[in-house]
């Protein structure tokens, strides 16, 4: 069963930290219609690829978070669910809600049958950088952790506003939905949706119509980028929006390889 569904179907505790500054967590049905305006989205294949490399390219740059590594941020939904699992298969998700400029955040991870709420804060998306605001003080382990998730969050969410990224609904067997509703007593599942990347080469295939644009250089590894195109300065003349570009080698071999 979906982290989701678990909360949904009332399988869940709030930690005592949370539970101080969210009481209302505490009524499952409100809970339960609060989730039911709420949009799941299957992240997996984002934390999976973006969220080590990413962590570790804001690490290694010693630099804040914001608009230079995301682009501008706003919220596709007034309520997302993201979910994914850790890699040591333990399921976990931010349920984030849009408030004004900030995003409300609550960390909930797999806990035996159900789930557990551990840590609520929230985000600043229009301050530069990021601005990180937490109810209570983190313990340094609290404060990696939702760095960490924050940035497999926003790098989903920033995903989500680029042209060329689809976000599937995807369908479940009429036979699974039949037996979830017999099993608690008429609830439906919840619907998900996962983020699809479109490869940036066919986004350039069909604007352009051409191929094989570009100079010589030496061979060498382009990190994956948010790459904007203004109305005034379109890809190729036609193509305007935020466009993310996958990590690939670019150049020529012939003319030399340049250390990654």
């Not at 989205?41 to 690490?59: E, L, P, T």
């Not at 985000?123 to 605001?133: A, C, G, N, T, V």
Request: net charge positive; charged share 20%; aromatic share 10%.
């Amino acid at each position: 069963m979906r982290l989701i569904d678990r909360v949904r179907t009332g399988k869940y505790h709030v930690h005592p930290d949370v539970l101080k500054y969210l009481p209302h967590l505490q009524d499952k049905k409100e809970t339960l219609e609060a989730l039911s305006e709420t949009v799941p989205i299957n992240i997996q294949n984002v934390a999976d690829w973006g969220g080590s490399v990413w962590c570790q390219r804001f690490q290694s740059d010693a630099s804040y978070l914001g608009y230079a590594h995301l682009g501008t941020l706003r919220p596709s939904f007034e309520l997302t669910w993201f979910e994914w699992q850790h890699p040591n298969g333990v399921s976990c998700a931010v349920w984030a809600g849009a408030d004004g400029p900030n995003w409300e955040l609550l960390f909930i991870e797999e806990h035996g049958n159900g789930a557990v709420v551990t840590h609520n804060w929230s985000i600043d998306l229009q301050s530069e950088p990021l601005m990180f605001k937490v109810p209570t003080i983190f313990t340094e382990q609290d404060t990696r952790l939702v760095e960490v998730v924050s940035i497999v969050v926003l790098l989903a969410q920033s995903l989500m506003l680029c042209k060329n990224v689809q976000i599937i609904e995807q369908t479940k067997p009429e036979a699974v939905i039949k037996k979830f509703r017999r099993k608690h007593g008429g609830l439906s599942p919840s619907k998900y949706r996962t983020v699809v990347i479109k490869p940036m080469q066919e986004v350039v295939r069909k604007a352009a119509g051409v191929s094989g644009l570009g100079f010589q250089k030496m061979m060498h590894i382009v990190r994956g980028h948010f790459k904007d195109y203004s109305p005034e300065r379109p890809l190729f003349g036609k193509v305007s929006g935020r466009f993310f570009v996958h990590s690939h080698v670019r150049g020529d071999s012939r003319i030399g390889v340049k250390p990654a």
